[in-house]
């Protein structure tokens, strides 16, 4: 598994303050709108757009530590197929349907920009490479399904749904099913064309 190298480090450092930025600046805008401060972090990991920046800062904090269980070339894919699934959705799904300024503004360029494209930079420029394989993208979409099956039950708990289509109060259970898996499937490819990626590595720059 080995440690990352210096420059490694210091870019995860790097996105690890992005990723930290992000959250402190979009807890900072929903704590004056809570009970709480506990009110405040529970109505943000409503969201995969949070739980995936905070997986991203604490991997990245702990390689930028020179945690060697961190320097992992499946968990590193992992983070960034989530990392660029957050961009690619807020993009063409999500983008303009609220009117966003001040710090949540802010936020929000850090959140869904800043850290899925850096994220992306460091996985192309630092990542050990070679070791990726085609059940990769499988197991990584353990994820955003448990994450899936975690918003719908809450929301169902609650009637707060944390995206439009994943919203049983607005759409039929059924179109959520195909909402799920359409977008399951998209990450599975996605996670593919990183494992490509990957294989394409030149034999000299693999790691055993």
């Known amino acids: 598994m080995g440690i990352a190298s210096s420059p490694a480090r210091k870019a995860a450092a790097i996105l690890a303050l992005i990723a930290w930025t992000g959250l402190v600046v979009q807890f900072a805008s929903v ?12 109505a943000m990991l409503r969201f995969f757009t949070i739980t995936t920046n905070l997986l991203m800062a604490v991997v990245m904090s702990g390689i930028a530590l020179g945690w060697a269980g961190l320097w992992s070339q ?19 799904l999500l983008r303009g349907r609220l009117q966003l300024g001040g710090s949540d503004m802010i936020a929000d360029l850090f959140l869904h920009y800043l850290s899925p494209v850096a994220m992306l930079a460091f996985w192309l420029l630092f990542r050990p490479q070679g070791a990726l394989r085609h059940r990769d993208p499988f197991l990584w979409s353990i994820y955003p399904l448990a994450y899936g099956a975690y918003a719908i039950a809450r929301g169902a708990s609650d009637g ?40 394409r590595a030149p034999p000299a720059a693999r790691n055993p």
């Open 74 to 92: 499946r968990l590193l894919g992992g983070v960034t197929l989530a990392m660029v699934f957050v961009g690619v959705v807020h993009v063409t």
């Open 31 to 42: 704590l004056p709108r809570s009970a709480s401060a506990i009110d405040a972090l529970w």
């Open 160 to 199: 707060r749904y944390p995206y439009p289509f994943l919203d049983l109060s607005q759409i039929s259970a059924a179109q959520v099913v195909a909402n799920v898996a359409l977008l399951t499937l998209c990450f599975l490819l996605v996670g593919w064309l990183l494992v490509w990626r990957d294989r």
